[in-house]
Structures are given as C-alpha cells and as structure tokens.
Nanobody, 127 residues
C-alpha cells in the first residue's frame, strides 16, 4: 500500500502563489507516475500535471502550462506543485495520485489510470 498526504492549500488572491506538497509513504517502488488532479464544485475531476519516476517526462494541462511546475524531492519522498499567477478559475480541491508498477511509463491523463490517491487540499483564489 501507498499513502499520499497533501498539504499546502489555502486562500490567496489572484496573481498569488501557493506550493502544494504530496508526501508518499509505504511500499517502495522503482517506477511510477505522480500526478496532480483538481476538482472544482460541480465539475469533473481534471488532470493538472504529472511527472514520471525518472523526471524526464513532465506533462501539464494547457490551462496551467507556464504557471504551474511539478517537481519532486526523492530524499523526502515528496512531490510538489508550485502554482504561480493563480486565477479564480484555479479554485478547486487538489489531489495527488500515484500510478506504480514495473515499467510504468508515458502520460496518463485519466483519474482511473491511477492506483492511489491523497485526501485532497483546498485551494481558493479570490479576484
């Protein structure tokens, strides 16, 4: 089993920044994809960003490209989402997700492609 715990959400004015953290613990794994999704009230969960285990493949939704950055700290077992130039449309519950297994590769955009999820953290951007 893998446990994912997010932190770093909060309220910020438009144009501000937040950094979300996702701490992973439990089963160790050699290949994986870590991703961030978000879900706004009344909307479906949507892909935000992902990063593979080697760090050579990151992918962003068009809506956040150039503003958000996904990164990791292997020593801490933590994945981050740096969010800059935030907009009211970024308001949502943000969740991290993990897809693990031998030979996991590529870009996975659908929530059902991920095995483990955190509990989510609220991000609210006011205008």
């Amino acid at each position: 089993q893998v446990q994912l715990v997010e932190s770093g959400g909060g309220s910020v004015q438009a144009g501000g920044s937040l950094r979300l953290s996702c701490a992973a613990s439990g089963r160790t794994f050699s290949s994986y994809i870590m991703a961030w999704f978000r879900q706004a009230p009344g909307k479906e969960r949507e892909f935000v960003a992902s990063r593979n285990w080697s760090g050579d493949l990151t992918y962003y939704a068009d809506s956040v490209k150039g503003r958000f950055t996904i990164s990791r700290d292997n020593a801490k077992g933590t994945v981050y989402l740096q969010m800059n130039s935030l907009k009211p449309d970024d308001t949502a519950v943000y969740s991290c997700a993990a897809k693990i297994g031998v030979g996991v590769r590529g870009v996975k955009l659908r929530p059902d492609q991920y095995d483990y999820w955190g509990q989510g953290t609220q991000v609210t951007v006011s205008s």
